[in-house]
């Protein structure tokens, strides 16, 4: 049985998205798959992992495309969603292109330096040679294949720019850098948004122009080049050196990008929050409190700030106990909903008062697709409260 997704829905989708990155939706955006869809064909014997580096290098690129496809077959599109497929190899898989060593662990992937490597001598050469990109652009090439321009084809998680310093200066080293060697950083930095941009763009020419626009390890669309950047390493430095070395890459990166995300991972960056809200290009924050810190619920202060400031939001539905209903917590917190994206998985119990939430956001999804309802040329929309129990 075919995906449960057809081209038509595409121009309702481009729309929708267009409108909530110019701020013109009066509506979240709100992606939504739901699980246990008869796919009309066997299993195939391939298992399916969140990782793409888990499969040895030995499974046909093609292999691993059918057992993407069997996976979307096996779903439905609720709301604003669209089939979506990005080869996961990890947070920061370039520093694997510029040659650390990929090692899979039990749940995530490892970039290792084999040798130490001082900062001086770092060079960040575009190599196509290089097994893991190979791999990467066979994998591409087999789903652009197979899925015949149907699905969106996400970009792989490449990494921040000082992230990848940190691959191949891990520890305290690239710390001690940044106080004993400032000038070499920065060059380094420059080299690594060079290499960066290489392997964004050679990428992006697999993925386009068969396939309706842009995605990144987020399934959020976008007509125009999206990317979600982030800096983990931020987490590690104050304010002051995030301006010195950090920010200055960004705001390039962001002018350079048609839509910027920015990734805000642990409360330790939340000191960074204003100095990125700054950066005029940079369209929407992705605020993730990190392990063992309060749901995305609990933060409205900093959901105010980033609205305050003119921002979009996104965020997952695992970010929070209570789920999809988070969005509407958010929408009582903020007095709306709109400039939110919210992505997902349901259970198939949880259907009906999914689409119920649906409606009242203006989604009328009880048919195959998404429409838009209107009324008198404005968007519909109302806000249920939430209750305390979710």
């Not at 950083?185 to 964004?200: I, P």
């Not at 992705?286 to 400031?309: C, L, N």
Request: glycine share 8%; hydrophobic share 40%; charged share 25%.
């Amino acid at each position: 049985m075919p995906i449960a997704f057809d081209t038509t829905r595409w121009q309702q989708i481009r729309e929708n998205h267009r409108m909530w990155w110019a701020g013109e939706l009066e509506r979240p955006l709100v992606h939504l798959t739901l699980k246990g869809r008869e796919p009309g064909r066997p299993e195939p014997a391939l298992p399916s992992y969140e990782f793409a580096s888990f499969y040895d290098l030995s499974v046909p690129a093609e292999a691993i495309a059918d057992r993407w496809l069997y996976d979307l077959e096996c779903r439905e599109f609720l709301g604003d969603a669209f089939p979506f497929v990005c080869p996961n190899f990890g947070p920061g898989v370039i520093a694997a292109f510029l040659g650390l060593e990929l090692q899979n662990g039990s749940d995530t992937v490892w970039f290792h330096q084999p040798h130490d490597t001082p900062l001086a001598d770092l060079q960040f050469a575009f190599d196509p040679a290089n097994v893991w990109f190979r791999r990467i652009c066979d994998l591409y090439r087999a789903a652009a294949e197979r899925f015949g321009g149907l699905v969106q084809l996400g970009m792989t998680d490449l990494g921040g720019n000082l992230d990848i310093l940190a691959s191949f200066r891990p520890g305290e080293k690239l710390l001690l850098d940044l106080l004993d060697a400032p000038e070499a950083v920065d060059a380094v930095c420059w080299k690594a948004h060079d290499a960066w941009w290489r392997y964004f763009d050679e990428l992006n020419r697999l993925i386009q122009p068969a396939h309706p626009g842009y995605t990144a390890w987020t399934p959020l669309y976008s007509e125009s080049p999206y990317y979600i950047l982030q800096c983990d390493f931020g987490f590690m430095i104050g304010n002051e050196m995030f301006e010195r070395f950090a920010r200055p890459e960004l705001e390039v990166t962001c002018r350079k990008l048609g839509n910027a995300f920015y990734h805000l991972d642990g409360v330790g960056q939340l000191n960074h929050l204003d100095s990125l809200l700054a950066i005029p290009e940079l369209k929407g924050i992705q605020w993730v409190p990190g392990a063992g810190k309060p749901g995305v619920t609990q933060w409205p202060e900093v959901y105010r700030r980033i609205r305050e400031a003119g921002k979009l939001i996104q965020f997952f539905t695992s970010q929070d106990s209570c789920g999809w209903r988070t969005l509407e917590i958010l929408a009582e917190q903020l007095g709306s909903a709109r400039g939110i994206m919210m992505f997902g998985e349901i259970p198939l119990e949880e259907e009906p008062q999914v689409r119920e939430m649906l409606a009242r956001h203006g989604m009328d999804d009880r048919s195959e697709h998404c429409v838009l309802r209107q009324s008198h040329g404005r968007l519909v929309q109302e806000t249920l409260r939430a209750t305390d129990d979710c």
